[in-house]
């Protein structure tokens, strides 16, 4: 099973370049929101769902979040789908690194 947790957001790794500016838009409209899902590889936590909702707090000055945290350790599935997801998602950070983008304030809001 997966773990709820309150994370900090400076360490919080984006996988994507860009968030919409009218999903940060309908954030804003919503006193509660579900935990964005994040993956904990290699002793870092990267987004894998949730870039908007982790965006949208940080636009409210929040400094920690509480997520929905994925590890090797907690996956309920195979060992063969966790490293799958978890390459997936180191593979689509490295693109994004090469952006310079390394944090959640870096990204660009289209």
């Given at each position: 099973m997966s773990n709820l947790k309150i994370i900090e957001l400076n360490k919080l790794k984006p996988i994507q370049n860009?968030?919409?500016?009218?999903?940060?838009?309908?954030?804003?409209?919503?006193?509660?929101?579900?935990?964005?899902?994040?993956w904990k590889i290699n002793d870092l936590f990267y987004i894998g769902d949730g870039h908007h909702r982790i965006f949208n707090f940080y636009q409210r000055n929040n400094s920690k979040i509480r997520v929905l945290v994925h590890s090797k350790t907690n996956w309920a599935f195979s060992t063969l789908e966790y490293q799958s997801i978890a390459q997936e998602i180191l593979?689509?950070?490295k693109k994004v690194q090469k952006e310079n983008i390394f944090f959640i304030n870096q990204l660009k809001v289209i």
């Open positions: 860009t968030v919409l500016a009218h999903r940060l838009d309908y954030y804003n409209l919503l006193d509660t929101i579900p935990p964005p899902e994040v593979n689509q950070a």
